[in-house]
Nanobody, 124 residues
Framework: QLQLVESGGGLVQPGGSLRLSCAAS????????IGWFRQAPGKEREGVSC????????YYADSVKGRFTISRDNAKNTVYLQMNKLKPEDTAVYYC?????????????????WGQGTQVTVSS
């Protein structure tokens, strides 16, 4: 059974850093695009970043470009999201999701498998 489990969220001060992990089980990352999404209270879920496990191509939303870095460790079947220079507006529940295939996309409806989410709160 395909399963995604996020970890690494927490409370951090503005300007701080966190690293989120998305551990996959029940399938290999090799043929999947893994995306990170976030949802703040009262807002729609939005794409943050994604990575194609086949060739390592990546995508970043403009709001996080230059601050967040997505990476993968296929041996550990895990995708990471390193978040630096965090801002209060980054506060949200962060989800990872999997999409079979190699095409980079950040459309929520293109991802069929989702983790349970991890809370990130940026506050002083």
């Amino acid at each position: 059974q395909l399963q995604l489990v996020e970890s690494g969220g927490g409370l951090v001060q503005p300007g701080g850093s966190l690293r989120l992990s998305c551990a996959a089980s029940g399938f290999s990352l090799d043929n999947f695009v893994i995306g990170w999404f976030r949802q703040a209270p009262g807002k729609e879920r939005e794409g943050v970043s994604c990575i194609s496990s086949s060739d390592g191509s990546t995508y970043y939303a403009d709001s996080v470009k230059g601050r967040f870095t997505i990476s993968r460790d296929n041996a550990k079947n895990t995708v990471y999201l390193q978040m630096n220079k965090l801002k209060p507006e980054d506060t949200a529940v962060y989800y990872c999701a999997a999409r079979l295939g190699r095409v980079i996309t950040m459309s929520v409806r293109d991802f069929g498998s989702w983790g349970q989410g991890t809370q990130v709160t940026v506050s002083s």
